[in-house]
């Protein structure tokens, strides 16, 4: 199908109802505040697989390595990203995908993610996925372009059987699973159809695709390729959809429907009160909390740490740090798992802890709503985080935190409150 016969004007209205859609993914999670502090994490999981493979440690396992801490992070990312991991599962009886157990065919792949985080062009990303097509490796095809997506979100746009299948009851197109060159051809197509919606959509190919995810797993019906009467029927449905989203909740109860900023604001007036100096995460620091700025009354820079440290980038998108008012050492950290990956959270947190930063640290907190902390305990004790069992790193739930933040405010010296009220996760 040409992308002259695509039917304009209802395709603009089905993209005005998906983005006021509180359930679809352009609010669930293309505008979700914690997304672009994911990007930081996962690249620099994957640059630790590079490093792996370039030495030659990087074994032949999937479970427990630096690759399935890169790729469980890219899977958590909210819908469309569900089920992303599996394209990367070994499979013994097929013996897929060949990176495991075949040494040249993980080195191409390492190659394949070096080249792709160290190039700024498309054409560079374009001839990465070509060196990595010619090798043929079995079972290893255009899922890895999740990956690339978040090195490239303007180049490399997300990839499954959802996007895929919404990409074709959109413009007609016959798109297969599992090809570098079908993935390309739609890649080409989604730039032109992100274009013609530049208005609507955004140069993170994040939101296009995302549309066309929650098209292709039936949450929206595509406009009908052509009949009036097939239009009227869309369009009656389309209504009904939008009618339902519009009296959605933000979650089933009360505990959701805290926001991952009020959590924020809470832990910086609790380290305020303390006495300690505060840092909000870098790209948090402009959100509206409480009539003001979230960071409001906070320092604006990591002193002395604000020299290009190696992992200083990674630390300056932790949550919330508090700080010695003297000597600006860190002396507690806190990751909000609202509802966020948490692979995420315990890899910044390694990265303080492991680095320069960590010498004076004395507390390590991941605060999550109390029906989280099953996950947290579960994700912590995953082999690949050993690391984190001599690190002291704590549960602090909403409700502990709600319950006493008053009281550790007015009467608690340093983090012996804060520490009272959290729970050893090791």
């Excluded at 679809?24 to 697989?49: D, H, M, P």
């Excluded at 570098?180 to 919606?197: F, T």
């Excluded at 840092?279 to 948090?284: F, V």
Aim: with cysteine.
């Amino acid at each position: 199908m040409l992308d002259s016969e695509i039917n304009v004007e209802p395709l603009r209205r089905l993209i005005e109802s998906w983005r006021a859609d509180p359930g679809a993914t352009y609010r669930g999670w293309f505008l979700w505040e914690e997304r672009l502090k994911n990007f930081r994490s996962i690249r620099r999981g994957i640059e630790q697989v590079v490093r792996e493979i370039e030495k030659g440690s990087f074994g032949n396992l999937y479970k427990g390595s630096s690759l399935e801490i890169a790729v469980k992070s890219v899977a958590e990312q909210r819908q469309i990203f569900k089920g992303a991991d599996h394209a990367f599962l070994w499979k013994p009886k097929l013996r897929i995908p060949d990176i495991y157990e075949n040494a040249e065919n993980q080195r191409a792949f390492g190659r394949f993610l070096d080249t792709s985080a160290c190039c700024s062009t498309e054409v560079q990303v374009l001839e990465a996925i070509a060196a990595l097509e010619r090798c043929q490796i079995k079972g290893l095809g255009p899922a890895a372009a999740n990956l690339l997506y978040f090195l490239h979100p303007t180049i490399a746009p997300p990839f499954n059987t959802a996007i895929v299948k919404g990409y074709n009851s959109v413009t007609g197109a016959k798109v297969r699973l599992g090809s570098w060159p079908d993935y390309l051809a739609m890649r080409v197509g989604m730039l032109r159809l992100n274009a013609r919606y530049r208005d609507l959509l955004s140069n993170d190919l994040g939101a296009v695709a995302g549309l066309l995810f929650d098209v292709g797993s039936g949450r929206y019906p595509a406009p009908p390729k052509e009949g009036a009467d097939g239009l009227d029927t869309w369009a009656r449905d389309l209504d009904e959809i939008r009618s339902k989203a519009a009296v959605q909740t933000t979650g089933p109860n009360g505990e959701t429907d805290r926001t991952h900023t009020e959590i924020q604001g809470w832990l910086r007036d609790v380290g305020l009160g303390l006495g300690y100096d505060v840092w909000i995460a870098a790209n948090d620091r402009s959100r509206a909390y409480n009539g003001g700025r979230l960071s409001d009354g906070c320092v604006g820079d990591l002193r002395p740490f604000d020299g290009g440290t190696a992992g200083m980038d990674a630390v300056r998108l932790i949550d919330v740090l508090w700080l010695d008012k003297g000597e600006g050492a860190i002396h507690a950290a806190f990751e909000v798992e609202h509802t966020t990956s948490i692979y995420s959270g315990i890899v910044r947190m390694l990265d303080l802890a492991l680095g320069p930063c960590g010498s004076l640290l004395k507390g390590l907190y991941l605060v999550a709503p109390d029906s989280r902390e099953a996950e947290v305990r579960a994700q912590v004790a995953r082999p690949a985080f050993a690391a984190v069992a001599n690190l002291d790193v704590r549960f602090l739930a909403y409700s502990e935190l709600e319950r006493h933040r008053e009281a550790i405010i007015r009467f608690g010296e340093g983090l012996k409150a804060i520490r009272s009220v959290s729970k050893a996760l090791t």
